[in-house]
């Protein structure tokens, strides 16, 4: 993969450029998987604990240049679905506890949002403790509600952040195994949200593929529709399945 380093090259090599690549898409091999050099990689991981961040992860394994990594504990809303409270996890206790995790990855301070970088380094914005930092009440919508405030915030994010960098933008979207009936995405797809809908769609892959399929379906539902086109350009999906 390192003759794959430029992302022109990259971007020929394995993206879905054309229709036909979606019949028969190129598949990468996560072991194998190293980003583009001058990248930023938006780690978009729904979970109630502090998702481990190291490098048995297949696509961190490669990286030749330093790890550092940005955590966001905060929603980019003030009164995200289901109105959870912030605990009393701070961003500085966060990264003293992923630190443990793997020494080799370093964690920017709290007060530190940006740091020279070399191309070959690579920049985490990590949302895999952001449900950790809340406390949810129960409530028969909490899982939506949780992968929505996750995922809000981290396009809110690369909005606020995507005119300031010329770095080459890269977010997991971890997909089921298997795909759901096309009866019930169009369904799930033309009807607001509800317990009903998320019993179809119970967990944060079935969901991303929602939003997938009502994107590409053109659909406005969608909070990929907060990016205008020319921001999404500079956004590039990395579907992720059985690593």
């Not at 990590?126 to 950790?132: H, I, K, R, T």
């Not at 009903?196 to 079935?206: A, R, V, W």
């Not at 539902?221 to 020319?230: A, R, Y």
Request: hydrophobic letters at 35%.
């Amino acid at each position: 993969m390192s003759r794959y380093r430029n992302f022109e090259t990259f971007y020929k090599k394995f993206f879905l450029r054309k229709t036909s690549n979606f019949i028969k898409p190129p598949i990468i091999d996560a072991n194998s998987f190293t980003f583009p050099l001058n990248s930023t990689f938006y780690n978009f991981k729904v979970s109630d604990i502090i998702f481990k961040l190291d490098k048995t992860i297949p696509y961190l394994k490669n990286i030749d240049g330093r790890i550092l990594v940005k955590n966001i504990i905060s929603y980019s809303k003030d009164e995200p679905l289901g109105l959870p409270k912030r605990n009393s996890h701070t961003e500085l206790d966060i990264a003293n506890t992923m630190s443990h995790m793997d020494k080799k990855i370093k964690y920017l301070r709290p007060n530190v949002s940006e740091t020279k970088m070399m191309d070959k380094d690579l920049l985490i914005v990590n949302s895999g403790a952001l449900n950790y930092c809340s406390r949810y009440m129960q409530h028969a919508m909490e899982n939506y509600y949780k992968w929505y405030n996750n995922f809000e915030t981290v396009i809110d994010t690369i909005k606020s952040n995507i005119t300031s960098s010329d770095k080459n933008i890269f977010i997991n979207f971890d997909l089921p195994l298997s795909l759901l009936s096309l009866e019930d995405m169009k369904k799930a797809s033309n009807h607001v949200m509800n317990s009903s809908i998320l019993s179809l769609f119970p967990d944060s892959k079935s969901l991303n593929l929602l939003e997938l399929w009502k994107w590409m379906d053109g659909k406005n539902t969608t909070l990929f529709n907060k990016l205008s086109l020319e921001e999404m350009k500079r956004v590039n999906l990395l579907l992720c399945y059985d690593y």
